[in-house]
């Protein structure tokens, strides 16, 4: 079956740095997605990464190695509207999306 | 202001009854669909719709019917309510050749 790993819930401080991780066994693979989720709101889209390799976006980066179905989601000089839910996604060979649970991210002062 | 509508934004249902979840889109976007997000699961695709007129299931599509009867619209029907089938419910889309979904507010549905 297909699959998607990552944590349920991590914690942070303010400031600091985060690595939020994501396995993923899927049916072939035509690009990851990370989005993020507000708690009681909707999921807005983050990066996309379809080759290997790192993708920098401000203070947000996404990783990806395709040889060892891993992805990781780096999260910089964390500020407290960081706290949401982050959600890891990928295309298939079908062009579906397999979504992970999402990971909990909270901010500590 | 660009972007996905679902309503109603909440609603306690009876089990039995019909319900009807609406999304309008206003970015004339080709690919509709629905997810269902339910606590320590992914989200879970129901219908979908890749242009106006045609529709196709996903993951989970018993107990739910969808219409597309243009770019607009894409409405998913409850035709028997049941208790699992209380979930917050996302409505999304997508442009052609994108990949990245935009997603409506969703609708929290209780079914008693």
């Known amino acids: 079956g297909q699959n998607i790993d990552q944590p349920t819930e991590m914690t942070a401080t303010e400031g600091a740095i985060v690595q939020i991780n994501c396995t993923y066994q899927?049916?072939?693979?035509?690009?990851l997605f990370w989005y993020q989720q507000h708690a009681g709101e909707a999921p807005t889209f983050l990066s996309y990464n379809v080759l290997d390799g790192l993708e920098e976006k401000g203070r947000f980066s996404s990783f990806l190695s395709r040889s060892k179905g891993y992805s990781y989601l780096l999260l910089k000089e964390l500020q407290m509207k960081d706290s949401a839910s982050y959600l890891c996604?990928?295309?298939?060979?079908?062009?579906?999306?397999?979504w992970g649970a999402g990971t909990k991210l909270i901010i500590k002062p | 202001i660009a972007g996905i509508t679902q309503a109603p934004t909440s609603q306690i249902l009876a089990a039995g009854r019909r319900m009807t979840l609406r999304c309008t889109q206003d970015m004339r976007h080709n690919a509709m669909y629905w997810y269902r997000q339910d606590l320590g699961l992914g989200l879970r695709l129901i219908h979908y719709s890749n242009t106006a007129g045609t529709t196709g299931k996903g993951e989970v599509p018993d107990g739910y019917s969808v219409s597309r009867a243009n770019t607009d619209d894409f409405p998913l029907t409850l035709a028997s309510a049941v208790p699992s089938q209380t979930s917050v419910y996302f409505c999304?889309?997508?442009?052609?050749?994108?990949?990245?979904?935009?997603f409506g507010a969703g609708s929290r549905l209780t079914v008693l």
């Open positions: 996604a990928v295309m298939d060979s079908n062009y579906q999306l397999i």
């Open positions: 999304a889309s997508s442009d052609s050749g994108a990949n990245v979904l935009t």
């Open positions: 899927t049916s072939g693979f035509n690009g």
